[in-house]
C-alpha cells in the first residue's frame, strides 16, 4: 500500500503535466519491470548469499562499534530499490533506452556484483575495490538523470549516501581482518585460510 500511494504521488506530480496524460495500463506495467529487475535481483542476490552473511565466517569478523544490525539492511534495500525503480521509470518515459539508463544498468549490475564477492567469495578487499567503482558509477548516473529529469536524480541520492557509508564499512571491515583470506587468495595459497581467520598469508596492512 505505501508503495502503491509513494509511486503515484511521484510519479503523478511531474509526469502528467510534462506529457499532458495520466498513467496507462502500459506505464504502470513497464514500471513493474523496472520494479522486478531491482527489487527482483537485489532479492535473488540476498538469497544466494544468505549463507555468507549468517554462516560464522561474517559473525567471527571483527566489526566496527557503527556496524548496522542485521535487520536493518532489508528495510533500507527495499527502499532503495523501489525508489531506484521510480527513478529509472521516469528516465524511460522520457528519453526510452538511452545513455541514461544504460548508466543505470552498469551500476545496477556492480551492485548485484558486490554481493558475491563479499559474502561468497569473501574477498574483502576486491569487494572494496568494487564498491568503489560503484559510487562512481552511481555518481555517473545521477549526473545522467539530471540532464533529463532531476526528481529521478534526487531519487538516487538516498542509494549513493547508503552506498557510500557501505564502502566506508567495507574498508573498515577490510583493516580490521587484515588476515581474512577469501576463495581467490585461497585457490593461491591453499586452503588453509579459506575458513579461518588466521591465516600464515597475512596482508601486509597496519592498523
Not at 36 to 61: D, V
Not at 123 to 139: H, M, R, Y
Not at 140 to 168: E, K
Request: aromatic fraction near 16%; include cysteine.
Amino acid at each position: 500500500v505505501c508503495s502503491a500511494v509513494l509511486f503515484s504521488f511521484v510519479i503523478s506530480s511531474g509526469i502528467n503535466a510534462e506529457y499532458g496524460r495520466s498513467l496507462r495500463a502500459s506505464d504502470i506495467w513497464a514500471f513493474l519491470v523496472f520494479l522486478t529487475i531491482t527489487e527482483g535481483g537485489g532479492a535473488l542476490m540476498g538469497i544466494l548469499s544468505a549463507g555468507g552473511f549468517s554462516g560464522e565466517w561474517f559473525k567471527n569478523l571483527v566489526k566496527p562499534s557503527w556496524n548496522p544490525p542485521s535487520w536493518l539492511f532489508g528495510p533500507v534495500w527495499t527502499t532503495l530499490y523501489f525508489l531506484m525503480a521510480v527513478a529509472a521509470f521516469r528516465v524511460w518515459r522520457k528519453v526510452g533506452f538511452a545513455m541514461p539508463l544504460g548508466s543505470f544498468f552498469v551500476q545496477l549490475a556492480l551492485n548485484f556484483a558486490w554481493v558475491p564477492i563479499f559474502a561468497v567469495c569473501h574477498e574483502l578487499l576486491f569487494a572494496f575495490v568494487e564498491i568503489a567503482l560503484l559510487d562512481v558509477a552511481i555518481i555517473v548516473c545521477i549526473v545522467m538523470f539530471s540532464q533529463v529529469d532531476r526528481l529521478a536524480a534526487a531519487l538516487m541520492i538516498p542509494y549513493l549516501l547508503w552506498s557510500l557509508f557501505a564502502s566506508l564499512l567495507n574498508f573498515t571491515l577490510w583493516r580490521l581482518n587484515p588476515t581474512t583470506v577469501g576463495l581467490y587468495c585461497a585457490s593461491q595459497f591453499g586452503d588453509h585460510g579459506y575458513h579461518g581467520y588466521q591465516t600464515a598469508v597475512p596482508l601486509p596492512i597496519e592498523l
